[in-house]
């Protein structure tokens, strides 16, 4: 069922493709008629959607790429240019953490530095290049991405582009500095982005989704025998709605931001999707 007519025939660019959330942007945008590029690092989980797209009657192609390369970059928009056609709707959606940009506690304690326990990371011990590389997936991986693909945009009707950006940039959270800090200029560089292509017709926009279930975080919120961790306890704690999200939870504001019939005067926005996590005080 086609549920937004406006969207049908255009051409969707999604990095991440592969993943959790950015799979469901796929799927959701193909119900529409839209025409989709599953684009990720692991060609292999690309394709997998592009089957499942396609076994429910809609197009899609998967091209594995890096979005750190800008060869790698242009090569993909050959190949989606040449199968699909110039891309109308971009979704900078690949993106992450990494281990070595992640400390061990919340807070520090005087005992991390005389009395330090085996496996503990502290601030101190914060990896450079680990955090670079968070840094460099989810800026520069947008950055690479966009030079690529909105050159086709520029001076066309109907173009968007949404980056994917998090509750993180809204509120750093403990023991993940690097990504929150590499979100917050996501978002920074949504709203620059936003002025930069207004005059040449590009409406760009993010979704800052809150706390999802995915492959990437499942350690995180789950213990081995499948209960919730501590964090995820605390999580659920400052989400009103009492629930991580799900995949059908972005949706709406998927469509709300492609489609410009609803959204038209719409950009430079960062949409929180977060079950009311940012509304949240705590007391």
Known sequence: MIKHKNLEGRVAVITGGGGVLCSGFAKDLAKSGVKVAVLDLREEAAQAVVDEIRADGGTAIAVGCNVLDKASMDAAREKVNKELGVCDILINGAGGNNPKGTTSKDTFEMSDLTEKAEGIKTFFDLDAGGIEFVFNLNFLGTLITTQAFAVDMVGRENVSI???????????????????????????????????????????????????STIQNKNLLYNPDGSLTARSNKILTHTPLGRFGTTDDLTGALYFLCDEEYSAFVTGVILPVDGGFSAYSGV
């Open 162 to 212: 949404i980056n994917i950006s998090s509750m993180n940039a809204y509120r750093p959270l403990t023991r993940i500095p690097a990504y929150s800090a590499a979100k917050a200029g996501i978002s920074n560089f949504t709203q620059w982005m936003a002025v930069h292509f207004a005059d040449v017709g590009i409406r760009v926009n993010a979704i800052a989704p809150g706390f999802f």
